[in-house]
């Protein structure tokens, strides 16, 4: 069931949280399991409405989205319980006797607005952190994967607390009017301009926010690496989903002769990957939209085309695609690129590398792939960035025991296991002075 008006859904979800039903350790494991059932039992329904929206075969939906939350909602099943215990906090000399403690109180109501390109894990993750802290929330999923957005509206209503979670559905007029309600947080997965209308928002009510965002995510590869591995790793990272994952490399920076060197392995590596035609291979993905594959299609003449550059407007298909000799201010370097074309940049060396990186804004991730320890030592001193990876671009999204957030234009905020209870709960000090 779709709630009526915004404020009609707020009504019912913040009456909900003024009872304390959400509060208990039970209810939260309850609806963890109520969510397990959901992706359990409808995964079918599920990935066929991911094959609608973005051609995404239902094995790598499976492993991307539905697999993927069962683990983050495993995670925190396990330990949940251990991460809610009070925290002792130490208390100074003078304050003696007394004790103090932290405790973790839930926020209240929670507005979780997803993005299209991974339309399950990236409202469902945000929801197993939302409810393991005792909240009610709101779900608004992207009008972009409108199948995906369908079956979730159907099925949360059947699966979860009726009275905690809605589903609301819409594009722009319907966020706008969900924004314009006083939430207690509110966790925005999307592009940085849209993050910024939701920021805008939100400071109407002091309402805190988590911004997902993303930007243009650089692979350093220096000649020393093992570069057909390297390659096999890169185009991984690059190419599932067609490009289109916030995290996905961006563009190489290769270092020295890499570029050369790396190219062709590259090609053998898509085309292991994808076979002699991309476009007829169920395992590439297609672009989400018109819009898209017109934005995409002008960067495919922004270097020498190494491999790829073949595409379909009425198949939003475009080929997995390497560009080489691609000069540092060429459109395709301007601006998140979120499909299937990977640039290669070359620069001299490391400090060449490290000063490009710094120039611009920070990345949500940051790769390399170099065979000394030094480069690892001065890229993680020396660069900032949401993660930081050597050597399997991508994975660090999938280890729920660290945190997954952006900094400076790429986000604010960071989620998964633990760090999701820090996000949707408040940190309250707790003081106990005994009278005599
Ligand atoms: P999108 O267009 O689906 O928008 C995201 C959400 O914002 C949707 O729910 C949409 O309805 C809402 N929205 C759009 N315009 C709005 C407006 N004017 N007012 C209020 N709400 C509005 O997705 P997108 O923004 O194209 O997503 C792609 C971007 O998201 C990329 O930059 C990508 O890197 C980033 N991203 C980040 C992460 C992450 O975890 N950090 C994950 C996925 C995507």
Not at 239 to 251: I, L, R, S, W
Not at 253 to 272: C, K, N, Q, T
Request: charge should be negative; glycine fraction near 8%; hydrophobic fraction near 45%.
């Amino acid at each position: 069931m779709t709630p009526a008006t915004p404020a009609a859904a707020l009504a019912r979800l913040r009456a909900t949280f003024n009872t304390g039903r959400t509060k208990p350790l039970s209810w939260r494991l309850g609806q963890l399991e109520a969510l397990r059932g959901l992706l359990t039992e409808r995964s079918e329904e599920l990935q066929a409405a991911l094959l609608t929206d973005l051609g995404k075969n239902p094995a790598e939906a499976y492993r991307a989205e539905i697999g993927f939350t069962l683990n983050e909602l495993d995670h925190t099943v396990a330990h949940l319980e251990e991460w809610l215990r009070p925290k002792p906090a130490a208390v100074p000399d003078a304050f003696l006797p007394a004790g103090a403690q932290v405790v973790w109180d839930p926020l209240g109501v929670v507005l979780i607005i997803g993005p299209w390109n991974y339309p399950v894990q990236l409202v469902l993750a945000p929801l197993v952190g939302a409810l393991a802290s005792g909240n009610t929330v709101v779900i608004k999923p992207s009008e972009l994967a409108p199948a995906t957005s369908a079956v979730l509206a159907e099925l949360v209503p059947r699966y979860l607390d009726n009275d905690a979670v809605a589903v609301v559905e819409g594009a722009i007029p319907e966020t706008t009017a969900l924004l314009e309600q006083r939430f207690d947080h509110i966790f925005y997965t999307g592009s940085g301009n849209v993050g910024r209308i939701v920021m805008t928002a939100a400071a109407q009510h002091l309402t805190p926010v988590t911004l997902e965002l993303g930007g243009k995510s650089p692979v350093v590869v220096e000649p020393g690496a093992d570069l057909a591995v390297t390659a096999r790793r890169i185009a991984r990272g690059k190419f599932a989903n067609a490009g289109q994952t916030c995290v996905a490399p961006d563009y190489v920076l290769a270092i020295g002769d890499a570029a050369s060197e790396l190219e062709p392995h590259l090609a053998a590596a898509v085309h292991e990957l994808y076979g002699e035609d991309p476009a007829g291979n169920p395992n590439y993905g297609k672009i989400i939209n018109e819009r898209n594959f017109d934005r995409l299609t002008p960067f495919l003449g922004d270097g020498r085309v190494v491999l790829g550059g073949g595409h379909d407007r009425a198949a939003r298909h475009i080929d997995p695609t390497v560009l080489a000799d691609v000069p540092p201010d060429a459109p395709v370097m301007r601006e998140e690129i979120f499909g299937p074309v990977l640039p290669i940049v070359s620069v001299p060396d490391l400090d060449t590398a490290i000063a490009f990186i710094n120039d611009r804004d920070k990345p949500l991730a940051l790769y390399a792939f170099t065979g000394t320890e030094e480069t690892k030592r001065r890229l993680t001193g020396e660069t900032s960035s949401g993660a930081l990876t050597f050597g399997l671009p991508v994975s660090h999204l999938a280890m729920p025991e660290l945190p997954f957030g952006g900094v400076g234009a790429s986000g604010m905020g960071r989620y998964h296991g633990e760090y999701s209870i820090d996000t949707f709960s408040h940190a309250k000090a707790v003081v106990d002075k005994p009278l005599n």
